[in-house]
């Protein structure tokens, strides 16, 4: 099975559906993560052409920990825009050339407008991949694609409806979660939190939703 997971910034995938991917991996299956946005204002020092390069790097060697393939939309980060015909094109682009059987994104109900604006981008473009006469020069057109909707950040109004059981894959996932270096100190003079601790919160909160230790 090939598995595409197409996330905003580049510790979305860490923080939000890294275990999953971990585990279809290890079951051998195929799995390719895409950012949409290239993370370039997450910092309060530097500035947004080098840490669009950082962030690249820091995505590509948490890759390189999983073994799963990486890849980036290159937009920048506050224009992710479901409307924009050119974003709506890299998506089906990426989408062609994955050829996923299932895309994991984030759910329209997000609290960030980038994730919302990402969750409305893989929807159409998911469908649009899949009509061979839409656009054939951005690749040979997909099988529609079922779709999962990653939890929320703050998990306030999600409401699962599958839980996938991460306990043997959680200390990965964390040593993956600490590749992106340039975002540990900037969420937490931002935004108050210690994203490191918070997911591992997160993951046994649900874990004890289903009666495993992290899901």
């Known amino acids: ?23 279809y991996h290890k079951a051998g299956h195929t799995v390719i993560a895409c950012h949409v946005a ?39 980060d ?11 094109n890299e998506i089906i682009r990426i989408i062609r050339y994955a050829r996923p059987d299932v895309i994991i994104t984030h759910s329209p109900d997000d609290y960030c407008s980038d994730h919302v604006e990402t969750s409305k981008l893989v ?6 991949a899949s009509c061979p006469h839409f656009k054939p020069e951005l690749g040979e057109a997909t099988d529609v694609t079922p779709l999962y ?3 929320h950040d703050d998990g306030i109004g999600f409401v699962p409806t599958e839980y996938v059981d991460i306990t043997e894959e959680m200390e990965i996932k964390e040593q993956m979660l600490r590749c992106h270096e340039s975002q540990l100190k900037w969420i ?9 601790a918070n997911q591992r919160v997160r993951a046994a909160f649900w874990g004890g939703q289903c009666k495993v230790k992290y899901a």
């Open 149 to 151: 909707y990653v939890e």
């Open 38 to 76: 290239n993370g370039n204002m997450g910092h309060y020092t530097i500035m947004p052409e080098a840490l669009r390069q950082m962030r690249r790097l820091e995505a590509q060697k948490a890759g390189e920990i999983a073994g799963y393939e990486v890849l980036s939309a290159d937009i920048g």
């Open 1 to 23: 099975m090939r598995v595409l997971a197409i996330l905003c910034h580049p510790d979305d995938m860490e923080l939000n559906c890294a275990g999953t991917l971990l585990k």
């Open 123 to 128: 929807f159409n473009a998911s469908f649009s």
């Open 78 to 88: 506050l224009t992710v825009n479901s409307a924009s015909e050119a974003q709506q």
């Open 188 to 196: 937490r003079e931002h935004d108050g939190i210690d994203i490191v």
